[in-house]
């Protein structure tokens, strides 16, 4: 159990910050970047010494690189006797993890879209076989008949004002040799 007394100095806020700084690639070291760490160090620990000793160990432990504030909150959020004392969590899965899932779902999605495609094509079958047509997919089809022939007749209608305007509009003259073959 943490003991409350144990509260944090200066020096130990500076020694924390030049192990991290010694220890973890990437870790910021300019005035800016050292006062903002410092004070979120501060809010996150609630300033007990104790949460930053097991904070700082653990952040040389795993952090294999630098990634931000977050990752020392991450840490925090994990603990099981620590907890970040200005109540801010995070999402404690790893970028791998959050990929993962983001890929789960995207196959998710392909294979809600399969399976309908593949009802669509067991109605159409069935349709073949014996002919008798679902009121529901004849429904379907005919709004994306539509649609089709709306996007085709909106395809035509561009052809056909893109051929307009590429039509001259001055009215021909033949030039004069083709005028005299015709005249003499």
Request: hydrophobic share 40%; net charge negative; with cysteine.
């Amino acid at each position: 159990m943490p003991d409350p007394k144990r509260s944090i100095q200066p020096a130990d806020i500076t020694r924390c910050l030049e192990v991290m700084t010694a220890l973890i690639p990437f870790f910021p070291v300019g005035d800016a970047a050292v006062q903002v760490i410092t004070a979120e160090l501060l809010a996150m620990t609630g300033g007990s010494l104790d949460a930053l000793e097991y904070l700082t160990k653990t952040a040389i432990n795993t952090l294999k690189r630098w990634e931000g504030i977050a990752s020392l909150r991450e840490i925090l959020t994990q603990s099981a006797t620590f907890t970040p004392a200005d109540g801010g969590l995070v999402d404690s899965r790893t970028r791998e993890q959050r990929l993962a899932e983001a890929e789960q779902a995207h196959h998710n999605r392909l294979a809600t879209e399969y399976e309908t495609k593949l009802a669509e094509w067991k109605a159409e079958r069935a349709l073949q076989i014996t002919g008798e047509i679902d009121p529901s997919a004849e429904r379907e089809n005919a709004q994306l008949r539509a649609d089709i022939e709306r996007h085709a007749s909106n395809a035509r209608l561009r052809r056909i004002t893109t051929a307009m305007d590429s039509v001259d509009p001055e009215p021909y003259e033949a030039p004069a040799w083709l005028k005299n073959l015709t005249n003499g």
